[in-house]
């Protein structure tokens, strides 16, 4: 939930806090921690401390399972510096590219970083750390670009 309702000026970076782990039986269990995580939610900012979350699953369950992440295409992620401590791909499960089809910068550098992928109802995004400087990717209809190693959406001037 980022934070236990932590003010925005109280958040430190891999020590945001807010992190529920689960083990459940069935889709009953998966609600009550969800509900949980809710109500102590809303610490009043939009960005999340993913990596933190993730590295923090990675520990507590088996190390050898997948890491996958649920995130909100509008919100950044305020540990991306953390990404490097990651240590396997990263499925990236993206909402709310239907009302913004660029995808945030965090997510692709996310996955890019961490050879993982990123999936939207739309379709599946896979391959992005082996793009070399200068190539480009269309995602979701928008053209990108592998500049100064990061992903950029070219303009309509550009893509023609």
């Keep these: 939930n980022d934070g236990d309702q932590k003010p925005k000026e109280q958040k430190v970076v891999g020590e945001t806090g807010g992190i529920y782990a689960a083990e459940p039986q069935d889709i009953r269990d998966v609600i009550k921690v969800m509900r949980e995580v809710m109500l ?12 933190e979350a993730l590295l923090h699953a990675n520990k507590q369950f088996d190390a050898k399972a997948e890491l996958i ?16 401590d990651l240590k396997k791909p990263i ?4 909402c709310g590219t239907q009302e913004a089809p660029i995808v945030h910068p965090d ?23 082996s ?27 550009e893509v023609k």
């Design 40 to 51: 102590q939610g809303n610490g009043g900012d939009s960005e999340e401390n993913d990596i």
């Design 69 to 84: 992440l649920i995130a909100d295409n509008k919100s950044a992620i305020r540990d991306i510096s953390l990404a490097t």
């Design 91 to 94: 499925r990236i499960i993206l």
């Design 107 to 129: 997510y692709l550098r996310l996955a890019k970083e961490t050879t993982g992928s990123i999936h939207t109802i739309e379709e599946d995004i896979m391959g992005l750390s």
């Design 131 to 157: 793009l070399k400087e200068g190539e480009s990717i269309k995602i979701l209809g928008v053209e990108y670009k592998m500049v100064n190693g990061e992903l950029t959406p070219l303009t309509d001037e």
